[in-house]
């Protein structure tokens, strides 16, 4: 399975929507190699040229991608897809990487996107001091109703997996006993909105999903990349931290 080794193509010192990626491979304990480690010009270098599309390969419209053998896909929630089904990630029963991949795709629209949009509100070009305003403004909406949304959400699925309705043994994983890369969607909203997930997880509404949160970090290989070198901090990219953005809800 890991022969061709994996290799993510992003861009060098930005975590981003690679760090999805990341988790899996790490979790699966496979090898790969990553643009990120690479300076900024030699990332640069191959990330232009696989965005061309060669090798029965189309051009793609942007980062990340995932390069095996001569397969290059990108578009994350498609990567996770694939890895999960040849990692033995996604669940146990056939249909399972059709509800992994739901979970997966609904934390990526809320705990990714959503929050990326809450910076960037009005444009990917301009920078945020360009849009600081209206950034301020979707910071405050999201973490007044659709923060706590995802997070109710997040709270009933683990507790329907606890009470064993995702499969044949409950567990405390989004698909009861069995860990799945769904798990490991639910990391970055954070570090950008740290005063509303403490006032979250002070509210005592969440508990499941504050254990799930910690159970997934403390996996010894999670663990263990969480502390290497490896792990690039949150800081540019996706999840970004502004201290006018941090509000809690009223």
């Known amino acids: 399975m890991t022969s061709p080794p994996y290799e993510i193509v992003y861009y060098h010192g930005v975590p981003g929507r690679g760090e999805h990626i990341r988790l899996i491979l790490e979790e699966a304990g496979v090898p790969y190699n990553d643009l990120g480690a690479l300076g900024w010009e030699k990332c640069g270098e191959y990330v232009n040229a696989y965005l061309k599309g060669h090798g029965g390969n189309p051009p793609y419209f942007a980062m990340p991608m995932l390069k095996h053998g001569d397969l290059i896909i990108n ?46 509100p009005i444009a990917i070009a301009l920078y945020w001091e360009d849009q600081k305003e209206e950034s301020m403004r979707r910071s405050k909406e999201f973490v007044k109703s659709r923060l706590p949304q995802h997070l109710d959400y997040w709270e009933r699925a683990l507790k329907s997996a606890s009470e064993g ?25 954070t570090f950008a909105f740290p005063k509303a997930l403490a006032q979250a997880k002070e509210s005592g509404k969440y508990k499941l999903l504050f254990q799930h949160y910690d159970a997934v970090k403390a996996r010894p290989k999670i663990a263990s990349y969480l502390a290497s070198d490896k ?13 006018d953005n941090d509000v809690v809800a009223d």
């Open 231 to 243: 792990r690039q901090k949150y800081d540019w990219g996706v999840y970004r931290y502004y201290p």
């Open 165 to 189: 309705s995702h499969g044949p043994n409950p567990g405390p994983w989004l698909m009861g006993d069995t860990f799945t890369y769904a798990d490991l969607c639910l990391d970055g909203t």
């Open 75 to 120: 578009q994350t929630p498609n990567i996770l897809l694939y890895l999960g089904s040849r990692l033995k990630l996604c669940g146990s029963a056939p249909d399972d990487l059709y509800r992994v991949n739901a979970l997966a795709l609904t934390a990526l629209d809320g705990l990714s996107n959503e929050v990326h949009d809450c910076h960037h």
